[in-house]
């Protein structure tokens, strides 16, 4: 059960899920529901399967599955490097990780699609490697490195199985792209016209994306532009979207109508943010709206339009010319509209160019009906107390996903509440300068009495008289003590 707070629309997650099972592509399934909670109405949710072992039973018939692994950290680029330890086996009586290294190997070894052809199912990888592309996701492989699974029925190749899609259609794509850390100031690919990136500007660097697809890109580009011509084209999916719009309609005004005290339904963390009834409507079409996490969410309508305008164009395709005219028409509601300039930066950000001196010190289906959910009794949720962060890392910024700066990049080039910044030019990525000092948490968290956890970090986005506040894993969290030292 989803809110997917993070988007205006209640369609991203259903819309990607559906394109998956009409490509008859391994996914999950999504659908709405209504929630309420001892008679009271909690609001309008994504309901959505999840992969776990018993999805793995029912879809492949796979009991308590030894060879199901979750990439849910980031950085994951199916290297043994990165993703021997940062992929976890999600049957947790596994100990035996042999065969995951063996194929993570092999990945590392290949040098053309040949050498692995027996072990991965490399059109199915380069299907969702294609729907990554077109649909401006920057939260799985290609950018942020997480968010897919890797599978390997009995008798068959693995099986690269994505998840978790509230981030695509150009959502937030200033803050996937850039970072939500810091402000970007690096030399860079200036355009923010996302939707006009080639592949290549796109993806971060990859072994298997050299090996699969920049170093002969014949087959991916087969699939990408089939898909461009079965379902990723305005004359598809603009009716699927009114569809949906209208379907999911009277579920979003009745979830925007707040209670006699202003209070909206199921908004406990009312710092989280929400849409207005009328972004959603307009980003559902093709206004592009200021999203909730400071950044933007393109209209849905339009990044199709624009992404299918540039696909049709850069691989010469032949394309429905109703929407390749420039003349084509559409409506902007200006009343919502966020600009280039619209995105929220965070806060204590410095900007420099100097250098540092090196330390010795440690461093789908489409739905008929909603389905209602009642809930008997709320769940009671037991919060950890606080330990200490392992000291596993050499630079501070390592355990958000990004790496260190070598040795020989001194340059600082931006300056924010984790320290200093570099940037790599033959990697064209950020990297940390600061060296990681291990931290012991607030022996109470003072947040937590508030509903929120305290963070890692110390970037502050917000300061009331509660205390200073950041951002961390989609929620809000209680900035340390250790932060003012």
């Known amino acids: 059960l989803r809110p997917d707070a993070r988007e205006a629309t209640f369609l991203r997650s259903k819309l990607l899920c559906d394109v998956h099972n009409r490509l008859g592509i391994p996914s999950v399934s999504a659908n ?3 929630l309420y909670i001892n008679d009271e109405y909690m609001g309008f949710y994504i309901l959505m399967d999840s992969i776990k072992l018993s999805w793995i039973d029912f879809v492949y018939g796979d009991k308590d599955s030894t060879s199901l692994y979750r990439c849910k950290d980031v950085n994951n680029d199916l290297s043994v ?13 596994v100990t035996d990780n042999s065969e995951w290294i063996e194929f993570l190997t092999a990945l590392d070894s290949a040098q053309s699609a040949e050498d692995i052809e027996n072990i991965f199912d490399i059109d199915l990888f380069l ?6 592309y077109i649909s401006g996701s920057w939260d799985h492989y290609l950018i942020y490195g997480h968010n897919f699974y890797l599978y390997k029925p009995k008798d068959d190749k693995w099986k690269f199985i994505v998840y978790d899609y509230d981030g695509d259609f150009g959502q937030d794509i200033d803050m996937g792209i850039n970072g939500m850390s810091f402000d970007f100031t690096a030399p860079r690919n200036p355009s923010t016209d996302y939707p006009t990136y080639s592949f290549e500007e796109w993806t971060k660097s990859r072994h298997l994306v050299d090996i699969l697809i920049l170093n002969n890109s014949t087959r991916f580009d087969n699939i990408l532009t ?36 202003g209070k909206y339904p199921g908004r406990l963390n ?36 624009a ?16 929407y390749l005219d420039e003349n084509y028409e559409y409506t902007i509601d200006k009343e919502v509209e966020a600009d280039d300039n619209d995105v929220a930066q965070p806060t204590n950000i410095e900007v420099v160019q100097s250098e540092i001196t090196e330390t010795d010190e440690p461093t789908t289906i489409l739905a008929d009906q909603t389905t209602t959910i ?70 109470e968290c003072w947040s937590e009495v508030l509903g929120y956890p305290c963070c890692k970090s110390c970037t502050v ?18 900035i340390q003590s250790y932060c003012q030292n």
């Open 127 to 132: 299907t969702e490697i294609a729907i990554e």
């Open 32 to 34: 709405y529901a209504t």
């Open 307 to 322: 992404k299918y305008r540039y696909i049709c164009k850069a691989y010469n395709m032949e394309c429905d010319q109703t």
């Open 81 to 93: 490097k990165m993703s021997s330890t940062g992929c976890i086996n999600d049957n947790e009586e």
């Open 461 to 478: 986005y917000d300061t009331d008289s509660d205390g200073q506040w950041g951002y961390e894993d989609e929620h809000w969290c209680g």
């Open 374 to 443: 009642e809930v008997a009794q709320p769940t009671t949720i037991v919060v950890p107390q606080p330990t200490t962060i392992p000291n596993k890392y050499n630079c501070w910024v390592e355990q958000f996903g990004y790496p260190c700066c070598s040795s020989r990049n001194k340059i600082v080039y931006a300056h924010d509440g984790e320290g200093d910044w570099g940037y790599d030019f033959s990697k064209m990525e950020w990297c940390g300068i600061t060296p990681y000092t291990e931290h012991i948490n607030d022996e």
């Open 226 to 261: 089939n898909l461009v011509s079965e379902i990723f084209n305005p004359a598809t999916l603009f009716p699927y979207i009114d569809e949906l719009k209208e379907f999911v309609r009277p579920y979003v005004e009745l979830d925007k109508i707040p209670d006699e005290n």
């Open 270 to 305: 009312e710092k989280s943010g929400d849409y207005s009834l009328a972004e959603w409507d307009a980003n559902c079409e093709f206004t592009t709206v200021r999203s909730s996490q400071g950044s933007r969410g393109y209209g849905l309508k339009y990044w199709i339009l």
